[in-house]
């Protein structure tokens, strides 16, 4: 298998460009380039960015759906698929459980490996009326 590179810029919380101590725009690190293009998954529904026409997560759709545990299967079932179409993702390691439901927003405790990596990345994740937003990522031994 071979592995994954990515090369994305580096932008700090506010979202500025960061300058390497040598004077050079500073590039991000793997884990975080993937960590960045996940939630920019989750945030689109495929058929959003005309290049890509099969990227992104549909559980957008559900949005204003009563939550029902058909609801809150195809949202588990949605936020896999989309995990699973990342190629730098393991798997094997993606582990998904539902943690909130209101009638505005759902929340999600994700848990997924990177290719090669024995670090899992733990996120608490949703989505709402307002968009989608990150309450916690932390990364622990797997």
């Given amino acids: 298998m071979s592995r994954f590179t990515a090369f994305d810029l580096a932008f700090d919380a506010d979202g500025d460009l960061v300058v390497a101590p040598n004077g050079d725009v500073a590039a991000a690190r793997d884990g975080d380039v993937l960590a960045r293009d996940i939630l920019?998954?989750?945030a689109c529904l495929p058929g959003e960015?005309?290049?890509h026409p099969t990227w992104g997560c549909r559980i957008k759709s559900l949005l204003g759906?009563?939550?029902?545990?058909?609801?809150?299967?195809?949202?588990l079932r949605y936020l896999r698929e989309?995990?699973?179409?990342e190629p730098r993702v393991e798997?094997?390691?993606?582990?998904i459980l539902q943690v909130g439901a209101a009638p505005e927003e759902k929340v999600y405790r994700i848990r997924f490996a990177e290719v090669g990596s024995d670090r899992l990345q733990?996120?608490?994740?949703g989505f709402g009326l307002?968009?989608?937003f990150v309450v916690r990522?932390?990364?622990?031994?797997?």
Wanted: hydrophobic fraction near 40%.
């Fill in 82 to 85: 989309s995990l699973e179409d």
């Fill in 65 to 75: 759906a009563p939550d029902s545990p058909r609801s809150r299967m195809l949202a």
């Fill in 49 to 51: 960015l005309p290049a």
């Fill in 122 to 125: 733990e996120w608490v994740w």
């Fill in 130 to 132: 307002s968009g989608p």
């Fill in 40 to 42: 920019d998954r989750l």
């Fill in 91 to 95: 798997d094997a390691s993606i582990s």
């Fill in 137 to 142: 990522q932390a990364e622990i031994q797997a």
